[in-house]
């Protein structure tokens, strides 16, 4: 027997579909069942990778909540199942379901508090800060609900770079150093931290190890 919601309001995307771009009218947003979207914006000419949503996320849903233009580009990664929601079943679901409502807010607050993280996480002179700095703030945006829950998110190194202002190369040296250390486990295609305190432990140690080169 086949899923009714997703019977009602599914459909699938190919990697490479844009779902929506920057600057357009938002009437809908995403629910990702499966797959991957790569939420992409673009400072002068160049195209940055701001976050790889997979399976739980939320996407498209700041246009619609705001009735403001699309502030991103949004870009299927791998082949997704997706949810859609247009604008007046939303409103049903908040209206009607609290915890959609809550978990909802939640997404929102750690969303803006990723993009004036993104603003911190270039100010740090030393690689190292930065990729772990970027992986909090990673880390916060795919956070569940339920506390305890390992972290797990797309080990995208490319995306990584861009983020942070570093050649691809680097960033990948440091996060083989990180899962060398059991900080992060590499499990197939996915990053998963079980304590995010934890890497700031592992900074501690690279910068003591600077010290007393």
Same mark, same amino acid.
């Given at each position: 027997? +086949?899923?009714?919601?997703?019977? %009602? ?11 929506? =771009? /920057? ?20 400072? !002068?000419?160049?195209?940055?990778? $701001?976050?790889?949503?997979?399976? +739980?996320?939320?996407?498209?849903? &700041? ?8 502030? /991103? =580009?949004?870009?299927?990664?791998? @082949? /997704?199942?997706? $949810?859609? *929601?247009? *604008?007046?079943?939303?409103?049903? &679901?908040?209206?009607? =379901? ?11 607050? !750690? ?47 490319? /995306? ?11 960033? !990948? ?13 590499? @499990?197939? =295609? ?17 910068? &003591?190890?600077?010290?007393? %080169?």
């Amino acid at each position: 027997m +086949g899923d009714p919601l997703f019977a %009602k309001y599914g459909r699938t995307a190919k990697a490479g579909e844009v779902l929506f =771009n /920057a600057g357009e009218k938002g009437t809908e947003m995403f629910v990702v069942r499966s797959g991957a979207v790569r939420i992409i914006v673009k400072s !002068r000419g160049v195209e940055k990778t $701001l976050a790889v949503l997979g399976a +739980g996320e939320f996407v498209g849903e &700041m246009s619609i909540l705001t009735d403001q233009p699309r502030s /991103a =580009n949004a870009v299927v990664d791998e @082949d /997704a199942e997706l $949810l859609v *929601v247009g *604008v007046r079943v939303l409103e049903e &679901m908040i209206v009607h =379901n609290t915890e959609i409502a809550l978990r909802l807010i939640r997404k929102l607050a !750690r969303r803006l508090e990723s993009a004036d993280s993104l603003i911190r996480v270039l100010l740090y002179r030393g690689s190292a800060e930065r990729v772990i700095e970027n992986l909090k703030r990673l880390a916060k945006i795919h956070m569940d609900d339920d506390d305890g829950e390992a972290l797990r998110f797309r080990a995208d190194y490319s /995306a990584m770079a861009e983020q942070v202002g570093l050649d691809e190369d680097e960033v !990948r040296e440091l996060m083989l150093k990180l899962t060398g250390a059991g900080f992060i486990q590499l @499990d197939g =295609n996915d990053w998963v931290i079980s304590k995010i305190e934890d890497i700031d432990d592992f900074l501690s140690f690279l910068k &003591m190890k600077e010290q007393y %080169k």
